[in-house]
């Protein structure tokens, strides 16, 4: 009886299965008009289960031509791989069970084919993208590994402690460099004292022969004494003696001299400065006033005047109110100033200091040095200075100079790359100070490239540390990153 219940059908996984993915289908329920469509009879309602395994055979054998032929095993081959029943009912039933899994609809593309055969570009892809996406996830895991990380501020470190360390050295090597350079500014500082020293000693040697002889010194005696005194004094170019401050004798080392018959006190430009020099004595032996330009000369120099007082000397000076050595005034001279009593009390009296147990001296004549520029820097060795050891430098009078340099603010000498007029970059000042002569001088000295030199072997090694720091500290990171990138690779699974 067809209406009879169906047999169950117990499916077994075999390996064919595990290989071919396939779709599933629920079997059919099969009808007799079905089987009189497969075999094109009718089967008798007696008949046992097994002659329905004939049709189904056809069936399997004989597919439709409509479509294209059935994939897969032989129908003997599918039905072989199930599992065996104990009874022929069960083995038909299995037999249809198999072939309606395995046969598909006849209409439309077989549905085997488009599940059990992937293209094989298509995997390549599937495989490329997913192999593109783990580089990607291992590239830029190694970011967040913080050994990266640790490595970077290591090389941060280093860069930076190079850095400093080059910085300090430098500034330390150019505290040393200020330091030298300022000790040996000094030392020209204090040779530069010592000569000035030298000249005031000079005029004090001449002031003494004039006490002893007084009017009585001729120009013999004066010129043996002057010629020994510069001869182991140099850098002194002239000696003067002036009684009542009118020059009478001069003596010059190196033929340069003023012209003898010269009033101190007639000149516009010197009358001041040798009425000061008398009324400062004693508290200072000499007086500078100037540096200055040389009368007759034009050249700056450095005039050192020491006033002589003795007790033969007139209380009052004994010179014409309108003449200098018998000859009228010139365009640069002027009044003496003492016509009256009351002038002469104020600019012709000066009283002398008592000193040796003498009393009541006046001023007598005045012992003078004359040292121009070039012979007074020549013996201190200022143009070594500069030609030798490439060091600008100037001198300048701090306060009260001379107006004939207002010019330069009180500068009266300078290197020859040096202008006046112009004041050196950061340099190192030395104070040349003379109390006794009332000389407050600054001596200033810098480098003639400026103070950011470099030598060129330091300039070497701090190119080198620089260098060799990057590459090691680029090398250390690249092996740093390629061993994290590494290790995070092979910690993934499939990377």
């Known amino acids: 009886d067809t209406s009879a219940a169906k047999p169950t059908v117990a499916r077994t996984t075999t390996a064919f299965d595990r290989q071919v993915p396939m779709r599933t289908f629920s079997p059919p329920t099969v009808s007799p008009p079905t089987m009189e469509r497969l075999s094109g009879t009718a089967p008798p309602a007696d008949a046992s289960a097994a002659a329905s395994l004939a049709p189904a055979t056809n069936a399997l ?13 032989p129908p003997m081959a599918r039905a072989s791989a199930t599992a065996p029943s104990a009874d022929a009912s069960s083995a038909s039933s299995s037999a249809l069970a198999t072939s309606a899994l395995y046969d598909p609809p006849t209409v439309g593309p077989p549905p085997v084919e488009s599940t059990t055969a992937a293209p094989e570009d298509a995997s390549a892809a599937a495989i490329s993208a997913s192999g593109r996406h783990r580089l990607y996830r291992v590239s830029l ?83 043996l004494l002057a010629n020994r005194l510069l001869r182991f004094y140099p850098g002194i170019g002239e000696l003067q003696f002036s009684p009542y401050g009118v020059i009478k004798f001069t003596h010059s080392y190196s033929g340069e001299s003023t012209p003898p018959g010269l009033s101190l006190f007639h000149h516009q430009l010197l009358a ?30 450095v005039i050192i005047r020491h006033p002589i007082f003795t007790t033969a000397a ?14 009228t005034l010139g365009p640069n001279d002027q009044e003496l100033g003492c016509a009256t009593e009351e002038e002469a009390e104020a600019n012709c009296y000066f009283p002398g200091p008592d000193e040796d147990g003498e009393t009541g001296t006046h001023f007598y004549a005045f012992a003078t040095a004359v040292s121009r520029m070039d012979e007074l820097l020549k013996p201190v060795g200022l143009k070594h200075l500069h030609t030798d050891q490439e060091y600008e430098w100037q001198l300048r009078v701090t306060k009260n100079w001379h107006r004939s340099i207002n010019g330069t603010q009180g500068v009266f000498a300078t290197s020859p790359d040096s202008p006046a007029n112009v004041t ?10 003379v109390g006794e002569i009332g000389i407050d001088w600054e001596f200033s000295v810098s480098p003639r490239g400026g103070w950011a030199q470099r030598d060129a072997s330091f300039t070497t090694q701090l190119v080198l540390v620089a260098v060799f720091t ?26």
Request: glycine share 12%; hydrophobic share 40%; charged share 15%.
């Open 272 to 301: 001041s400065g040798a009425r000061a020099t008398i009324r400062a004595y004693p508290g200072r032996l000499a007086t500078t006033p100037g540096p200055q330009e040389v009368v007759g000369g034009g050249d700056l120099a």
């Open 424 to 433: 050196l970059s950061d340099p190192v000042i030395v104070n040349v100070t």
């Open 141 to 223: 895991r190694w970011l967040a590994d913080r050994r990266t990380w640790a490595t970077a501020v290591f090389i941060c470190c280093v860069v930076g402690i190079g850095t400093w360390l080059s910085i300090e050295q430098d500034r330390f090597m150019l505290v040393a460099y200020r330091s030298n350079v300022q000790r040996f500014a000094d030392t020209y500082g204090l040779n530069l004292a010592e000569q000035l020293r030298s000249a005031v000693g000079t005029t004090l040697a001449v002031g003494a022969l004039a006490k002893v002889e007084g009017d009585a010194l001729t120009e013999a005696n004066f010129d």
């Open 61 to 73: 054998d004989d597919p439709p031509t409509v479509g294209p032929p059935t994939v897969g095993p």
């Open 314 to 327: 007139p209380r009052i000076l004994p010179l014409n109110e309108t003449q200098t050595g018998g000859a």
């Open 470 to 495: 990057v590459i090691g500290g680029m090398g250390m990171g690249c092996a740093t990153v390629a061993g994290v990138r590494a290790n995070y690779k092979l910690s993934q699974p499939n990377a």
